[in-house]
């Protein structure tokens, strides 16, 4: 009896630490940098730090950015391969959303750093703000960079996935995802990956 005790016990003792472990390895997931996915790999986001292989190829393992084509406020559109040969940032994000709001002040100083360096889009992710909202919304919070409206889904897509926003995700120089935040991400946290990349 006593013997089915301790073997009791020491079933609930390995799956509390099984389960801790894998709630700490989840959760220190979400504020990683992303990558680890190919064109072909149908799983899900999963994080693998950069390597380059060794054979001095610095976007192996990375995911090529999805490219897209979307309305942008006030007329036009981006597409994102036009800006091959600059950092890419970009931001996913909603009028209603008070994170979105807060990142803003970061991304300001983000554009002011680099001006011409790093081109930045906020995508925004709701279909049903249209352009009037997002030019009222822009002008209000003194956004100088281009609002693209998500009309597509694109932020659903493998290598986005922005289910949570804010997401911000850099696109290095030659279309690769290098880095994938969720949250409220410091200037000081986008600069620092935008400086390996310049």
């Known amino acids: 009896m006593k013997r089915a005790g301790a073997i009791f ?16 390895v989840y959760l220190d997931a979400g504020q990683s940098g992303y990558s680890g996915q190919t064109d072909d790999d149908s799983s899900d986001d999963e994080y693998t730090p950069p ?33 091959r040969g600059k950092v890419v940032l970009l931001d996913f994000m909603a009028t209603w959303c008070g994170p979105c709001v807060t990142e803003l002040e970061h991304l300001k100083e983000v554009d002011s750093a680099y001006s011409s360096d790093v081109v930045i889009f906020s ?13 009222s919304f822009g ?14 889904g694109i932020s659903q897509t493998s290598g986005y996935s922005a289910s949570s926003i804010p997401t911000l995700v850099v696109v290095n120089k ?11 991400t410091q200037a000081s946290v986008l600069e620092s990956i935008i400086n390996t990349l310049l």
């Open 9 to 24: 016990v020491a079933i609930i003792i390995i799956l509390a630490v099984a389960i801790g472990g894998l709630s700490y």
């Open 123 to 135: 995508i925004d992710v709701d279909q049903n703000e249209g352009d009037a909202l997002l030019t």
């Open 51 to 83: 390597d380059d292989g060794g054979d001095g190829n610095p976007n192996a393992g990375l995911l090529l950015a999805p490219d897209f084509t979307l309305p942008k406020v006030g007329g036009g559109s981006g597409t994102l391969s036009n800006y």
């Open 174 to 184: 030659d279309g690769y995802i290098r880095e994938r935040y969720v949250g409220v």
């Open 139 to 152: 002008a209000e919070h003194g956004i100088t960079w281009p609002i693209l409206m998500d009309t597509g």
